[in-house]
Structure formats: C-alpha cells, structure tokens
C-alpha cells in the first residue's frame, strides 16, 4: 500500500481493483438514489475493478481510509482522447454518505491535484449535475464545493440528463493548476512517478 497522508488516523493511498467491492459500496447509493451521478444501474464489482484498472493505466485513483475502512475516493479520466487534450482531464470525487462535510473529499481533490501537477496536467474538468431547482434527488452542493476549490463555471447544457422521472442540467467548471506555454512538456502517466506522497 502507498500512503499519501497520514494525519488523525486517516491515510490517502492509491486505490487498487481489490478495493472495487468497497469502493463501490461508496457509489451505489449515487446510482439509487441521486441524479449526481446519471448512470441508471449500479455496475458489478467486476465492471469497477476494471474501471479502477482503466484509469491507473495512465492517472491517479485515490482512495481516503480510516481504521481499515474506505471514506471515499477521487480519481482523474481523459478528458477527451484526441492528442491536444492530453494536458486536460476530468475529476471525479464521491465520499460515503455518512462522511460528508468532514474535509475528506478536500483531501482527496488536494492529492489528485497534486498528482497530477507532478504528471504534467494542467486543466481539471469536472462535470457536475445541476437543477434549476432542487428535489430530493438532487441540490447544487457540488457546484458551491467547486467553486470553494477554485473551480469557476465554464458551460451549462440544458435539461440534458433525465433521471427518476425529471430533466437535469449538466454544467461543466474548470481550474487551472499550471502555466500554459508554447512548447508545452508531454504529461507523465501516473505510473511512471516514483515516490509519489504528499
């Protein structure tokens, strides 16, 4: 296990296809009960450890633990697969319901930057439902946290994302975490760090 952070008994580490099972424990009730996230149908353990495999092909998958027990996670994808975007991903973050508003999911966004400064990245990307008015299925609360990390608005398409019998927008914020130059340095797949901590 690599540990990233290690302060009041919880430790940030790179998440492995193992923890799929628990992982997804996390994310399930995000499938059933929220338009948060717009898939329909909790996949099995065996679709996420590939998805966690996917991803560590080439970016960070994160993983917040406290006493043997995962909180939440955060991970980086592509954000479009053609090479000019290579300098641009999207995040992604989920945390147990129980454990909201506790500064995991800040610990987490802050080692995912941090990952992937080191890989070269320069635009986070993240794609977040949103309604003109809020139900029991969905609030902005995810807007409000991305703006608190410095994320601001970047586009919003409309009634685009139908779920539990109502139409949500999608909104798409950004943040810059390097500088942008003429010849621009080839990113590093998160692989290829070594002794990667914070």
């Known amino acids: 296990m690599t540990k990233f952070a290690d302060t009041e008994n919880m430790v940030l580490r790179i998440a492995a296809p193992e923890d799929a099972a628990e992982l997804l424990g996390i994310y399930a009730p995000y499938v059933e009960n929220t338009a948060i996230t717009f898939e329909y149908e909790?996949?099995?353990?065996?679709?996420?450890?590939?998805?966690?495999?996917?991803?560590?092909?080439?970016?960070?998958?994160?993983a917040a633990e406290q006493n043997g027990e995962i909180l939440g996670y955060a991970y980086a994808g592509s954000f479009n697969d053609r090479a000019a975007y290579d300098w641009a991903v999207e995040t992604s973050i989920y945390v147990r319901q129980d454990k909201k508003r506790m500064g995991i999911g800040s610990r987490l966004y802050e080692a995912l930057e941090q990952a992937?400064?080191?890989?070269?990245?320069?635009?986070?990307?993240a794609c977040i439902a949103?309604?003109?008015?809020?139900?029991?299925?969905?609030?902005?609360?995810?807007?409000?946290?991305?703006?608190?990390?410095?994320?601001?608005?970047?586009?919003?398409?409309?009634?685009?994302?139908?779920?539990?019998?109502?139409?949500?927008?999608?909104?798409?914020?950004?943040?810059?975490?390097?500088?942008?130059?003429?010849?621009?340095?080839?990113?590093?797949?998160?692989?290829?760090?070594?002794?990667?901590?914070?």
């Not at 679709?47 to 994160?62: D, G, M, N, Q, V």
């Not at 500088?179 to 340095?185: A, G, S």
Request: charged share 25%; aromatic share 16%; net charge positive.
């Open 42 to 62: 909790v996949p099995s353990a065996e679709e996420f450890a590939s998805r966690i495999r996917h991803t560590l092909k080439r970016y960070p998958y994160l």
């Open 116 to 125: 992937l400064k080191r890989q070269g990245i320069l635009n986070l990307n």
């Open 130 to 198: 949103y309604t003109e008015t809020e139900d029991e299925h969905l609030t902005n609360d995810s807007v409000y946290y991305h703006e608190k990390l410095g994320y601001r608005m970047a586009g919003q398409f409309h009634k685009c994302g139908y779920k539990f019998g109502h139409w949500y927008d999608m909104v798409w914020m950004e943040k810059s975490i390097g500088e942008h130059h003429k010849n621009q340095p080839p990113i590093k797949p998160f692989r290829e760090l070594e002794n990667f901590l914070i």
